[in-house]
């Protein structure tokens, strides 16, 4: 089967909003009722040399008892790997089976995802990964790099980019799928660690806590991913936005600077620092930051939102116009490219046309910031 979608491994900020106070409880501990397999104990042998008590750590693919005596019931010891491959997706999805449905948001453990049916691509990716471990099939972890999708939720940009799992090698490897993406470049897959992909997990936690605002939840999460996986940026973005909203501006600086080291190519690191500085009020600074991400490989629309909006500031109208139009190309269904071409048609005396941009933004969503903002400009203007 193809097709899982979305991680929400990083999140950008832009604007910057004011820090905010947050509850408590940190990730869990998880003990495990059944024996510890070889690859478990290899993974915490692993993670005591990083300095981490595996006592202290949840590790999403466990399984439960009642999760094993399901397995063995569903698919028989007997038969190939590949049958017994199909036999477990197909108990997994099918509706007289576990009835598995795809649902972004919330990722999940493997107790969690068995127990209410839901799952991304990250949590399936847990949850068929220690089921297939218990029949004997060394099956692994997948990330497709460059798989990306790019969303708004209040100031908050949402970078999705996608897990899934393998199992053999070469010619002869199968990749799960699970859930609707694009098609991809299965060549572009690249084989992670079982520590990666836990990591990948307390990253993911992380950030889904700080988009339901629990900063010192999120900064705990994201602080276990990145001593997890010390190079991966993602984490360090979101700890970054973590800090910055809890008032920690230095803490936030020094987060995105480590992304930025562990990947100089990592754009939601030099966004995420550009607009630190510009609430510093270090606006050459921001720019020449953002003057980084003008590059053709850039597919987020949101950084060329920022940079025509610098420009609209310095009253650079076609360079600004331009940046517009690059976000709009790069977000055909977003609403955000479309309002900001309005503000521009407002700022070169275009009032009518300004007005036509805001009705088509509008007709995506009404209630997006940069919609709002320019209703009320217009509102003021007439």
């Known amino acids: 089967m193809r097709r899982p979608?979305?991680?929400?491994?990083?999140?950008?900020?832009?604007?910057?909003?004011?820090?905010?106070?947050?509850?408590?409880?940190?990730?869990?501990?998880?003990?495990?009722?059944?024996?510890?397999?070889?690859?478990?104990?290899?993974?915490?042998?692993?993670?005591?040399?990083?300095?981490?008590?595996?006592?202290?750590?949840?590790?999403?693919?466990?399984?439960?008892?009642?999760?094993?005596?399901?397995?063995?019931?569903?698919?028989?010891?007997?038969?190939?790997?590949?049958?017994?491959?199909?036999?477990?997706?197909?108990?997994?999805?099918?509706?007289?089976?576990?009835?598995?449905?795809?649902?972004?948001?919330?990722?999940?453990?493997?107790?969690?995802?068995?127990?209410?049916?839901?799952?991304?691509?990250?949590?399936?990716?847990?949850?068929?990964?220690?089921?297939?471990?218990?029949?004997?099939?060394?099956?692994?972890?997948?990330?497709?790099?460059?798989?990306?999708?790019?969303?708004?939720?209040?100031?908050?940009?949402?970078?999705?980019?996608?897990?899934?799992?393998?199992?053999?090698?070469?010619?002869?490897?199968?990749?799960?799928?699970?859930?609707?993406?694009?098609?991809?470049?299965?060549?572009?897959?690249?084989?992670?660690?079982?520590?990666?992909?836990?990591?990948?997990?307390?990253?993911?936690?992380?950030?889904?806590?700080?988009?339901?605002?629990?900063?010192?939840?999120?900064?705990?999460?994201?602080?276990?991913?990145?001593?997890?996986?010390?190079?991966l940026a993602d984490a360090w973005v979101n700890l970054g936005v973590v800090r910055r909203r809890s008032g920690d501006t230095a803490g936030a600086e020094a987060a995105y600077r480590r992304a930025v080291e562990a990947d100089a190519d990592h754009l939601p690191a030099y966004q995420n620092l550009s607009a630190l500085m510009w609430l510093r009020g270090e606006h050459d600074v921001a720019q020449q930051i953002l003057k980084l991400l003008d590059r053709r490989d850039n597919r987020n629309p949101f950084t060329y939102l920022s940079l025509g909006d610098a420009s609209l500031q310095a009253e650079r109208l076609e360079e600004a116009r331009a940046y517009y139009r690059r976000a709009l190309k790069l977000g055909r269904l977003l609403p955000e490219p479309r309002a900001a071409l309005g503000m521009w048609a407002l700022a070169s005396g275009q009032p009518r046309r300004a007005r036509g941009w805001l009705e088509r933004a509008a007709a995506i969503d009404a209630d997006s910031p940069r919609v709002r903002a320019l209703a009320l400009r217009l509102a003021a203007a007439e």
Request: net charge negative; aromatic share 8%.
């Open 5 to 231: 979608r979305v991680v929400a491994a990083a999140l950008v900020v832009l604007p910057l909003v004011a820090p905010a106070g947050a509850p408590t409880a940190g990730p869990p501990t998880s003990g495990n009722p059944v024996q510890r397999p070889a690859w478990r104990l290899e993974l915490e042998s692993e993670l005591r040399e990083r300095g981490v008590d595996p006592s202290t750590i949840v590790f999403p693919e466990r399984l439960s008892a009642e999760m094993l005596d399901w397995l063995h019931a569903a698919v028989p010891r007997r038969g190939g790997d590949e049958e017994k491959l199909d036999r477990l997706l197909e108990a997994l999805v099918a509706d007289d089976g576990l009835g598995l449905v795809y649902e972004d948001g919330h990722t999940g453990t493997a107790e969690e995802v068995f127990d209410n049916r839901r799952a991304n691509c990250l949590a399936f990716t847990h949850l068929f990964v220690g089921l297939t471990r218990e029949l004997g099939l060394d099956t692994y972890y997948l990330g497709f790099n460059r798989i990306q999708e790019y969303r708004r939720e209040g100031d908050l940009v949402l970078i999705s980019g996608h897990v899934t799992a393998g199992y053999g090698t070469g010619r002869q490897r199968r990749i799960l799928e699970f859930g609707i993406i694009p098609e991809a470049d299965y060549r572009q897959a690249s084989r992670l660690s079982d520590v990666e992909a836990l990591g990948l997990y307390y990253s993911n936690r992380g950030a889904e806590l700080l988009r339901a605002e629990r900063y010192d939840e999120a900064r705990r999460w994201s602080e276990t991913a990145v001593e997890l996986v010390p190079d």
